[in-house]
């Protein structure tokens, strides 16, 4: 019989309850005790609605990244956090965010922040984990409490329990040594701890583990693949049996590798590598179970279950009660439940899963392997109504769209003169001093705001008295930056949900969720999107909003645009066409709005491209094709302005050195990027690179509540002009300060004003 599992559950909630609980818990307005119950609720709930699986995760539930709950798992702690008093759970906020709960700080100086641990994405998708760090002199320790708990707690709901950890390559991998020291030197030292929790789990009478191994879909070196030889040949003297897990892509290369892994289990990512199949089942001996993800755990369309049933069923016969179907990842990166969407666009609801679909679509998969197609035909049938409609719906195609797209030529994508022309025409329009100030665009979403948006939406507030309350923030907005002394003002964005849901809420060819959210880091929740159809722009966006900020200033206001990339790899987008067709159809779209603003008086313009690294395929061979359309599409968006016109963009918690030059072929004039967590690493670049424009290297760390000093901010940007020269670069936040209070935010600018102005004082 085949068995049906899955790799990993949403953690914050249908109604986003950990978000809402953790958030007020740091605001020292309920208990850590509370919290907990929170958490337990959650993963009880969760649990429940699992129960129709034969294997459920187990540890995969996080109050904030499970990267980091394997750090403390582990016992790596960074130094800086090691010997605080307190709850551990204080301890691990203190790395996560700098500092944990009011409350837990107020009796003890020394736990008033420290630096967050830095945060990078997930392999390709929009979450973020905390990174581990290394040391030549990293020892490890093992705390399985908190797996041991939630096994317990597993346990008494009375599912089949399936322990998840993060296995010992990646997790190597993932992190960062802060010295000179060799990462994969630490793995002797490692491999005990992992062997110890093995152990633990099977005293506790646990048959399977499954260890997340998603490296295996990079290249790797021979130390790499070594590494991962003598991981498992030592782990595998553990009495558990391991399933090996391996998602967002393909092994390629690794694949013989795998098969020689003495591992119970393989899960092999068929959503993405599905022409591997065949190969793991001949490679692997044939004791060995194969887990298939044969259900995307990366987007929210259904599934065609009678395409898939037609590869799966030979597959099935053929391995028998060796085969375990899943779905291709966790499901962390989709939202819960589509039943909770009661105002979602009709025709687009029936073509959508979320994750307590994505379970139901196996658990009809399952009913057909093992009793038929017949067993299951209503919901086959049901199935295919819903993946037909979407397929020939007019609203998904637009044959004009589709011809704007064939016009596209390279004359689209240039500006009429190389950067070194521009620059001085932008210097004398603009009449910026040296080490310019400005912030990345938004300023805090106060609850006036958001009470404001909600009673807008929910017909309570009329549209003229919306707009007079966004106006007065923005008012406010403009009122503290010329305060402040900033150089280049934002209006705030005030009268923005999210950066890129507002920007598809006001293009044809997107649908929104009430409830879609899903899990960027931390409390952190985003809704994308969800791009079904071909892209357009009816009517300018933005346009109006900085036309009344700049009527309040004579400084100058930058315009606020979300880029192509960025929309493009923060929606959920359909899967009928390939990403870069829909990402030029953004650029043509959001190139109208730029020569809007543009038109309007607005002369500096900031797009954008948080996303463009998250969008690289995980494999360098596959970045060129990726690459030069992501370029082009921004070069498509930016380019059509005059020469006095300065374009910005921004990108945030990306580790882009080794695509520095494709961002420099973006040709903005001006590039914010997050350097503050990295201590000014991610400059590496510039060493060998010689970057032709401006930079604003972020020097504010927003996902802190702390404060930088104006001597650090001075520290940082020094060490920033020893690789750009000083007349090129600009202060800046790291991103934007919507999440932010303005009680935070202010004595932040102020230092930062302030060291700018020490900067130029010593020029």
């Known amino acids: ?24 818990y740091w605001k020292g307005e309920s208990s850590r005790d509370e919290l907990k119950r929170v958490g337990a609720e959650l993963r009880q709930r969760h649990w429940n609605d699992q129960k129709g699986l034969d294997l459920v995760p187990v540890g995969d539930f996080a109050f904030y990244d499970q990267v980091l709950d394997m750090s403390f798992t582990l016992g790596n702690l960074p130094e800086r956090v090691q010997g605080f008093h307190g709850d551990a759970l204080d301890n691990y906020f203190r790395v996560a965010r700098g500092r944990s709960a009011q409350s837990a700080e107020a009796h003890a100086e020394c736990c008033g922040g420290v630096a967050a641990g830095e945060m990078t994405k997930w392999f390709d998708t929009n979450y973020h984990y905390i990174v581990p760090e290394f040391s030549s ?11 041991l708990a939630h096994l317990a707690e597993a346990r008494a709901t009375g599912v089949q329990a399936k322990p998840v950890i993060v296995g010992p390559v990646t997790y190597l991998a993932l992190g960062k040594a802060k010295d000179d020291s060799d990462k994969l030197a630490l793995l002797p030292r490692l491999l005990p701890a992992y062997a110890e929790l093995l152990a633990t789990l099977a005293a506790q009478g646990v048959e399977w583990v499954q260890i997340d191994e998603p490296i295996l879909v990079t290249e790797l070196d021979d130390a790499w693949r070594q590494a991962f030889r003598t991981a498992y040949a030592t782990l595998a003297g553990t009495p558990v049996k391991l399933l090996l897990a391996t998602y967002f892509g393909q092994l390629l290369d690794n694949l013989p590798l795998v098969c020689e892994l003495p591992v119970q289990g393989v899960h092999l990512d068929a959503v993405n590598a599905r022409e591997e199949v065949r190969a793991l089942i001949g490679g692997l001996p044939a004791d060995r179970v194969i887990s298939l993800g044969v259900i995307n755990g990366r987007n929210i369309w259904k599934s065609d279950l009678g395409a898939v049933l037609d590869w799966l069923e030979p597959v099935a016969k053929a391995l ?13 990166h989709v939202p819960v439940d589509l039943a909770s969407e009661q105002k979602l666009d009709a025709d687009v609801k029936s073509w959508l899963a979320f994750a307590l679909q994505k379970l139901d679509e196996l658990q009809v998969l399952a009913g057909a392997l093992r009793d038929g197609r017949d067993s299951v035909a209503a919901a086959l049938a049901a199935n295919r109504a819903a993946i037909d409609a979407r397929r020939q719906s007019p609203r998904v195609n637009n044959p004009a769209v589709k011809a704007a797209v064939a016009r596209i030529d390279a004359a689209l994508g240039k500006r009429q003169r190389p950067y ?3 620059a001085p ?9 040296l080490y310019p100030t400005t912030t990345i665009g938004s300023f805090p979403q106060t609850a006036a705001i958001r009470h404001a948006r909600s009673q807008y939406k929910a017909g309570a507030l009329d549209a003229a008295r919306y707009q007079a309350a966004m106006e007065a923030e923005i008012a406010r907005s403009v009122r503290e930056q010329e305060a402040l002394g900033l150089d280049v003002l934002v209006h705030g964005e005030a009268e923005r949900n999210d950066m890129v849901e507002y920007f598809g809420e006001q293009l044809d060819g997107y649908a929104f969720s009430q409830f879609g959210w899903v899990q960027s880091y931390g409390s952190r929740c985003v809704k994308p999107p969800i791009l079904f159809g071909d892209i357009s722009r009816p009517k300018a966006m933005t346009v109006a909003w900085i036309q009344f900020a700049q009527s309040l200033t004579s400084k100058p206001m930058k315009g606020m645009l979300t880029g192509p990339v960025t929309i493009l790899n923060w929606s959920f987008v359909r899967d009928d066409q390939p990403r870069s067709v829909s990402c030029y159809q953004l650029a043509l779209a959001i190139r109208e709005e730029v020569l809007d603003l543009e038109r309007a008086g607005i002369n500096v313009i900031q797009i954008d491209e948080a996303a463009l690294r998250e969008g690289l395929p995980l494999r360098r061979a596959q970045w060129k094709e990726y690459l030069d359309w992501a370029v082009e599409s921004f070069r498509i968006t930016a380019n059509g302005v005059r020469d006095e016109t300065q374009i910005h963009t921004h990108m945030c918690y990306s580790e882009f050195n080794d695509i520095i030059a494709s961002i420099a072929d973006m040709d903005a004039d001006v590039i914010t990027i997050e350097t503050s967590r990295s201590d000014m690493e991610l400059l590496d670049a510039f060493d060998d690179f010689n970057y032709p424009n401006e930079i604003g290297p972020g020097v504010y760390d927003i996902h802190s509540p702390n404060i930088p000093t104006q001597e650090h901010i001075v520290q940082l940007m020094r060490k920033a002009a020893e ?3 000083g007349e090129r670069l600009w202060v800046n936040p790291d991103c934007g300060l919507k999440t932010r209070q303005w009680a935070e935010v202010l004595p932040a600018l102020t230092n930062m004003v302030a060291a700018a102005r020490t900067l130029r004082a010593a020029a």
Request: proline residues 6%; aromatic residues 6%.
């Open 137 to 147: 002199a990293t020892t490890f320790r093992l705390d399985a409490s908190r797996l």
């Open 320 to 332: 028998g009660d060796r085969l375990w179907i899943a779905p291709s990842c966790s499901l962390l």
């Open 420 to 422: 070194a022309d521009r």
């Open 425 to 433: 025409k932008q210097a004398a329009h603009l009449k910026l001093p």
């Open 1 to 24: 019989m085949t068995k049906i599992h899955n790799l990993g559950f949403p953690r914050i909630g249908a109604k986003r309850e950990l978000k809402f609980a953790l958030e007020s």
């Open 723 to 725: 690789r750009v020269p």
